[in-house]
């Protein structure tokens, strides 16, 4: 029995340990998006995401990131703006309320950058998304910035009303900032 236990107790240590989990700090993190409309900068913001985070910089295949964003809380400064995102020609939020992001490829670039790469599903269509990104840990606090573009025609948003971007722009610049802690 002795013999088990010291098998099992060795089996233990020998195993490697899973990556880390994460919990984003809502109030220190940021999604944002920008774009042009009607031939002037509109910034937004999604002021309500979540995310499940498994992280090691020494484990990246294991590495795993599914985000899920409430698209019906999106704003921007303009009042417009603001009433054509909800719509069906734009976020269409009675049909689908969220985007989700999903990655389980990451590649290190160089120390401290790194290359996420994942789905986008936003309307009820899927499209891969490229997400550069850097990452600092300090102890048991993360904070990683990110920034990537997305073209809206990849999503069929604003094609009814705007199929030739006469007044909407299609790319789409999305900035990622999230502050997370380490779960026990």
Same mark, same amino acid.
């Given at each position: ?61 294991? /590495? ?71 990452? /600092? ?48």
């Amino acid at each position: 029995m002795m013999h088990l236990a010291r098998l099992l107790v060795a089996f233990a240590v020998a195993a490697p340990a899973a990556a880390s989990s994460w919990a984003v700090v809502p109030a220190q993190s940021s999604l944002t998006f920008a774009s042009k409309w009607n031939g002037a900068d509109i910034e937004g913001r999604f002021p309500k995401f979540t995310a499940n985070i498994l992280f090691d910089p020494a484990k990246l295949a294991e /590495a795993r990131v599914d985000a899920v964003i409430d698209l019906s809380a999106a704003t921007t400064g303009d009042k417009t703006v603001n009433g054509s995102l909800p719509g069906s020609d734009w976020f269409d939020v009675k049909k689908v309320p969220t985007a989700r992001f999903q990655a389980a490829s990451f590649t290190q670039v160089k120390p401290g950058q790194y290359l996420a790469k994942g789905t986008l599903s936003m309307r009820g269509v899927s499209v891969p998304v490229s997400l550069p990104f850097t990452l /600092a840990i300090n102890g048991n606090t993360a904070v990683m910035t990110g920034q990537t573009v997305l073209d809206r025609r990849s999503f069929k948003i604003g094609m009814e009303s705007d199929a030739e971007g006469a007044w909407v722009g299609f790319p789409v610049p999305v900035k990622v900032k999230i502050t997370a802690v380490r779960k026990p």
